[in-house]
């Protein structure tokens, strides 16, 4: 254990800063799903599927936006197109709250194209702050970070909505989004690295020279990881509510987060860290027996302890790969592209669960799909087998002599 690590990371100009603003920033923005829900609910008196209509059309448009707004990072700059995206939400917050519900359908979708791309910008901004040997901390801080986000935002919208009214959570969560725009426009870190040669406004490179066979790799495994995130989530709600102890969802939710936080602070903190491939696939074969833990609550926030700890190291480790794969010019785009596979993990996971777990019981479910996303992690094998082995660094022939 080098727990060190954590303190130096921490002490690199403008990492601090970053990680302060990004836990702060991404709160609303976890949290702007659940007030849009109970939006739908209460204000417009509407059901369930419409309310997750809305959410998947939010989702939908993220996955279609985020390279767009990476790619507009790399070429314009930072505060363009967080001006952009903040523009966007502010118009969408004003004026949610007074569309009927077709409109909202309609402004979710097109408000989702350009957000405050809190998250793809803080990874991108790591990667130029913190040196390549130093990332796999800095990547596991930002896992926590994210972890702790989710854990507050979608419980703050909740209580809002639940305590006060749907419309002052609406207020309130979209106020936030803004603001988080704002600061990051003021903070306006770097993403790319000070001594990397170019200039700030160069082209980016071409797409064929590192959208290639190891990045769709790693893409293909951050699905698989989201994929059983969200396909684990649904089972998890499904066998709760089977045996009759819904209330305790939220408990086991947490605990499944405190896994995780565990799971990334020891990753960030040891010596050598292991490609995501590994980790997602063992993180997909450790769900599929969590059906096997039966009804009680805390026999199944057990038995998501083995694959509850490699929820994060496998994000952060593929984020660490990502970043020292593609170069910096493009990395924003890049991040972007990571995010929509993720999206897109999430969008298939939970329905996949839930449909099994409807036809055939939740156990099914966890089987289900813990087997899809190890499907896909061996589907990215062939195309991540150098990740697999060590790397050999390959010694010139003749050391050039100076003129």
């Not at 000070?194 to 071409?206: L, S």
């Not at 969200?230 to 709760?240: D, F």
């Not at 999430?346 to 966890?366: C, E, I, Q, R």
């Amino acid at each position: 254990m080098r727990l060190h690590t954590y303190r130096h990371v921490l002490a690199l100009p403008g990492v601090r800063t970053l990680m302060i603003l990004a836990l702060l920033a991404r709160i609303p923005v976890t949290a702007a799903g659940m007030a849009l829900t109970f939006h739908v609910l209460g204000d417009l008196h509407g059901g369930y599927a419409q309310a997750g209509l809305v959410g998947t059309a939010a989702t939908v448009a993220t996955a279609l936006g985020a390279p767009f707004t990476g790619r507009l990072t790399d070429r314009k700059g930072l505060r363009v197109s967080t001006a952009l995206g903040t523009v966007i939400a502010l118009c969408f917050w004003v004026s949610a709250p007074f569309l009927p519900y077709p409109a909202l359908l309609v402004a979710a979708f097109l408000g989702g194209l350009v957000g405050v791309g809190v998250f793809s910008v803080t990874r991108q901004a790591l990667a130029a702050l913190v040196p390549e040997d130093q990332r796999r901390t800095a990547f596991s801080i930002d896992s926590m970070s994210t972890e702790l986000s989710y854990m507050v935002g979608p419980a703050l919208a909740i209580i809002l909505a639940t305590q006060v009214s749907p419309n002052v959570s609406m207020i309130v969560i979209g106020t936030g989004v803004v603001v988080s725009g704002l600061a990051l426009y003021l903070l306006n870190p770097p993403t790319r690295e000070a001594e990397e040669p170019g200039v700030p406004d160069a082209p980016a490179p071409p797409r064929r020279t590192w959208l290639r066979g190891g990045f769709i790799g790693l893409l293909l495994v951050a699905a698989a990881t989201t994929t059983t995130l969200a396909g684990t989530e649904m089972a998890m709600v499904a066998a709760l509510r089977q045996s009759g102890h819904t209330s305790a969802t939220s408990v086991v939710i947490a605990l499944w987060c405190v896994y995780s936080l565990l799971g990334a602070f020891l990753y960030g903190a040891v010596h050598r860290g292991l490609p995501s491939i590994l980790l997602c696939g063992a993180m997909s074969v450790l769900t599929v027996p969590i059906g096997l833990a039966g009804g009680q609550w805390w026999a199944i926030a057990l038995a998501l302890l083995p694959a509850g700890v490699l929820c994060a190291p496998s994000l952060s480790s593929n984020t660490t790969a990502l970043s020292a794969l593609v170069p910096a010019a493009a990395r924003g785009e890049a991040m972007g592209i990571q995010g929509s596979a993720m999206t897109v993990g999430m969008a298939g996971g939970a329905p996949l669960a839930g449909w099994v777990s409807d036809h055939y019981g939740p156990a099914w479910g966890f089987a289900a799909i813990g087997t899809v996303g190890l499907l896909l992690t061996l589907t990215a094998v062939p195309l991540l087998r150098h990740t697999l082995r060590p790397a050999q660094r390959r010694v010139p022939d003749e050391v050039p002599q100076p003129a």
